[in-house]
Each structure stands twice: as structure tokens, then as C-alpha cells.
């Protein structure tokens, strides 16, 4: 099953604070430790949303609006798709996340764990 690692954003994200070259190192680290293990799919840091858009269906035609975004506990930073057995152990490697090495930022550092849905989930669909 898949799980999607989800990484909130914060004030230095949406200002466009790129990480040091001791963050890179560390979270390299950690990519390794994922990758060694075999459930790195894919893992990706994203811009701020002021280069970003968000497309709105209003009334069934779409709507654009230019970043930036102000609300950002709502926004992303990045994430890790990971194969794993089970949704604990998507959590435990979401304890394993080397924030504690990191600088800290203007709050908390905060992931979010999402199911990605499965070919099986949609059997009784067709």
C-alpha cells in the first residue's frame, strides 16, 4: 500500500528559504535510509506558492487564482511517496524524520499521512 508523507509548510517555506547544505545533508540521510529500505517511491520539495496557481471550478468553468496563498498550515511543502506494509508502518517512518536535527522554524513542524487509493479499491466500481 502507498502512503503519501506529507509536508507542511511554514513561513520560511513560503518565503522561499532554500535549505542550508547541512539541511540537504541531513535530509539526504534520511532520503537514503528510505531508499535502502525499499519504500521510497518518490519524494520531492516544492516552491512556494507564490510561484504557484490554484484552479477553482465555480460554477463548472474554471477560475485561476495567483499565489501566494495566506493561510500556510493549509499549504504544502513537499512529501515522500512511500510502498510500506501497513499505515503503521508509514507512521514509523514518519517518526523517523530528522526534524530534530534541523533548524527550527516559526512553528512545529507538522506531517500529514495519506492512503494513496489502490487499482483494489475501485473493484466494486466497475
Known sequence: MRFMMIVKADAATEA????????????GKYNEELQKAGVMVDGVGLQASSKGARVAFIGGKPVVTDG???E???LI????????KSKDEAIAWA???????????????ELELRQVFGEDDFKDVR
Open 16 to 27: 522561499g528559504v532554500l535549505p542550508t547544505a547541512r539541511d540537504l545533508e541531513v535530509m
Open 68 to 70: 501566494p496563498f495566506p
Open 72 to 74: 500556510t498550515k493549509e
Open 77 to 84: 511543502a513537499g512529501f515522500w511517496m512511500l510502498e510500506v
Open 95 to 109: 517518526k523517523k524524520v530528522p526534524f530534530d536535527r534541523l533548524p527550527s522554524r516559526d512553528r512545529v513542524p
